[in-house]
Nanobody
Framework: QVQLAESGGGLVQPGGSLRLSCAASGSIADIYAMGWYRQAPGKQRELVARITIGGSTNYADSVKDRFTISRDNAKSTVWLQMNTLAPEDTAVYYC????????????WGQGTQVTVSS
């Protein structure tokens, strides 16, 4: 079982940047995919970005060219660099570890709040 801990959230002005971190309790070297999801008040949780064990990435259309996901298996850490933040990016951001490509089952962190406001 993998335990995940997110950090790096906070309050930022529109146009600003934040870098979220997700630290895993164990190795993520064999984890098929690591992802960042977000959930805004009154909305469903949605995929923001995901990176596979092979380094392939995919992003939500709303964050393409603004957000970058990366992983360091040696450090058991995944990051989400968020640039040009907008109020609509306000949400709780969750990290997910998906061990297998054959199931969406995975482990979730507790989330970190990101608020974009002037």
């Amino acid at each position: 079982q993998v335990q995940l801990a997110e950090s790096g959230g906070g309050l930022v002005q529109p146009g600003g940047s934040l870098r979220l971190s997700c630290a895993a309790s164990g190795s993520i070297a064999d984890i098929y995919a690591m992802g960042w999801y977000r959930q805004a008040p009154g909305k469903q949780r949605e995929l923001v970005a995901r990176i596979t064990i092979g380094g392939s990435t995919n992003y939500a259309d709303s964050v393409k060219d603004r957000f970058t996901i990366s992983r360091d298996n040696a450090k058991s850490t995944v990051w989400l660099q968020m640039n040009t933040l907008a109020p609509e990016d306000t949400a709780v951001y969750y990290c997910k570890a998906q061990p297998s490509a054959f199931t969406v089952y995975g482990y979730w962190g507790q989330g970190t709040q990101v608020t974009v406001s002037s």
